[in-house]
C-alpha cells in the first residue's frame, strides 16, 4: 500500500476525533471510521495482484474522500449551529432522567416538612393562592387552592386595609412582612399573624408566607404564649428569697396593665391577652436577661425582676424620659390601641432585704400610682 494512503488513513482518524470533540459528542459513532477501514481492506485484497497499482491508490483516494465529503456533512452542521448531536440523546435522557429523580426527591422533603408543621403555609401567584392542608383547614376553606377574591372576604374589612397597604409596600430591598389580622367564619373571628415574603419573578410578585393562629384559648403556642408560660407570685418570691441569700441586689418592678379590661370590653378577651403578651415580650426582650425575672401576679398585674445594674439605669432613663417603652401603642390590622401601664419599682440592694419587704414596698409604690391624686403613672419606692 502506497505511504500517503496509510497517512491519509491516520489523517483522517484523527480529523474525526478533533470533530467528535469541537461538536461535543458523547457518545461517538465509530461505524463510519469502521466502513470506510473495510472498503479499503476490501479494495486492497480485490487488488491482491497489483495492490501498489495505480488503480488501487485511485481506489483509495476515491474512498478518502468519500469518507472526508460524508464527514464534513454530517458535522458541519453540528459544529457551526451548536445543535444537539442524535447521539447526544441518550446521555441527556440520563440527565433528565437524574434531574427528575432529585427534584422529586426534594419534593417529597418538601411535603413532609410542611406536613410537620403547625403553621399554615401559603403560595399567591396572581389571583391564586395555594395553601397548604394546616393552611386550609386554619381560615375554614375547602379546597387548597383558592383566589385571592375568596381568601380576602374572610377577612374582617378594618383589617383588610392594613394587609392591602402592607403588601403594596413590599420592594426588592424590603420583601419581607408581619401583619396582624382577624379572619371571620362561621360568626367565629380569630386572630392570625401572617410572616410572608415578597419574590420577584421575571418581574412579576408573588408570595409565600406562614400563618399562625392567635388564639390563646384554642392555640397555646402563640405569640402571646408568654401568658401561658409565666410563673405565679410563689416563684416570684422563691426567686427573690434566693437572691436574698447570696447577697444578689436587684430591683423590683410591679407592673398593672390599667386598661386593659376597657380593651377587652371593647374588642374582647382575646384582643387584650394579645396586647399585654405583645407588651411583656418587649419588656422582656429589652430589661430582662434570664427567662426567670418575669411572673404574673394576677389577670392584668405582673412582675418584673432587673438583676443588672446597666439593665437598670436603662429602664430608669426610659422610664423618666419620653415614656415611649412603656406606654405602648400597637397596631393588630385595623385596630391600633395604647396600653397605658401603672408602676411601683422597689429595690433590694447587695446587704439585701427580706422578699416580702421588697414586695410590700413595690406594691406600696403601685398603689400609689393608682391614686387620682398623683400625678405620675409610675413610681420609686424610695423616692415617693
Not at 415574603?197 to 388564639?215: A, G, N, V, Y
Not at 382575646?270 to 415580650?281: A, I
Not at 436577661?289 to 446597666?310: P, V
Not at 400597637?330 to 419587704?357: C, H, R, W
Amino acid at each position: 500500500m502506497h505511504p500517503i494512503v496509510v497517512i491519509s488513513v491516520i489523517g483522517l482518524w484523527l480529523i474525526y476525533g478533533v470533530i467528535i470533540k469541537l461538536t461535543k459528542k458523547r457518545k461517538h459513532d465509530w461505524s463510519l471510521l469502521v466502513a470506510f477501514v473495510f472498503l479499503l481492506v476490501f479494495g486492497y485484497f480485490f487488488f491482491t495482484d497489483d495492490y501498489e497499482s495505480f488503480e488501487y491508490d485511485l481506489f483509495a483516494y476515491i474512498t478518502a474522500g468519500l469518507f472526508a465529503l460524508w464527514l464534513v456533512i454530517d458535522n458541519s452542521v453540528l459544529l457551526f449551529k451548536k445543535n444537539v448531536s442524535e447521539f447526544d440523546f441518550h446521555d441527556l435522557e440520563q440527565k433528565l432522567e437524574h434531574v427528575s429523580s432529585a427534584s422529586e426527591l426534594l419534593r417529597r422533603r418538601f411535603i413532609s416538612t410542611i406536613e410537620l408543621l403547625n403553621d399554615g403555609i401559603s403560595f399567591r401567584d396572581g389571583e391564586y393562592i395555594f395553601g397548604s392542608d394546616r393552611f386550609i383547614e386554619l381560615i375554614g376553606l375547602d379546597d387548597n387552592q383558592f383566589t385571592v377574591e375568596s381568601f380576602e372576604k374572610l377577612i374582617v374589612k378594618e383589617d383588610l386595609v392594613q394587609y392591602h397597604m402592607t403588601l403594596e409596600k413590599l420592594s426588592k430591598k424590603y420583601p419581607t412582612y408581619s401583619i396582624k389580622y382577624r379572619i371571620q367564619n362561621n360568626d367565629r373571628i380569630t386572630w392570625f399573624i401572617e410572616r410572608g415574603k415578597m419574590i420577584l419573578i421575571d418581574k412579576k410578585r408573588t408570595f409565600i408566607s406562614i400563618l399562625r393562629p392567635m388564639d390563646v384559648k384554642l392555640y397555646p403556642e402563640t405569640d402571646v404564649d408568654v401568658l401561658n408560660s409565666l410563673p405565679s407570685r410563689k416563684e416570684l418570691l422563691a426567686e427573690m428569697q434566693r437572691l436574698h441569700r447570696k447577697k444578689n441586689a436587684y430591683h423590683l418592678v410591679l407592673i398593672q396593665l390599667t386598661n386593659v379590661p376597657s380593651i377587652n370590653e371593647k374588642y374582647g378577651r382575646d384582643f387584650g391577652d394579645l396586647m399585654m403578651g405583645e407588651y411583656l415580650s418587649k419588656m422582656r426582650f429589652k430589661f430582662i436577661k434570664d427567662n426567670k425575672s418575669l411572673f404574673r401576679i394576677s389577670g392584668i398585674k405582673f412582675a418584673m425582676l432587673i438583676k443588672e445594674k446597666t439593665k437598670f439605669d436603662l429602664f430608669e432613663r426610659a422610664l423618666v424620659g419620653a415614656g415611649e417603652l412603656f406606654t405602648m401603642q400597637m397596631k393588630f390590622g385595623g385596630v391600633t390601641q395604647t396600653v397605658y401601664p401603672n408602676l411601683g419599682i422597689s429595690e433590694s440592694p447587695y446587704e439585701g432585704k427580706n422578699a416580702d419587704i421588697v414586695y410590700r414596698e413595690a406594691h406600696d409604690a403601685l398603689t400609689l400610682t393608682l391614686n387620682d391624686q398623683y400625678d405620675k403613672s409610675f413610681c420609686f419606692y424610695n423616692k415617693k
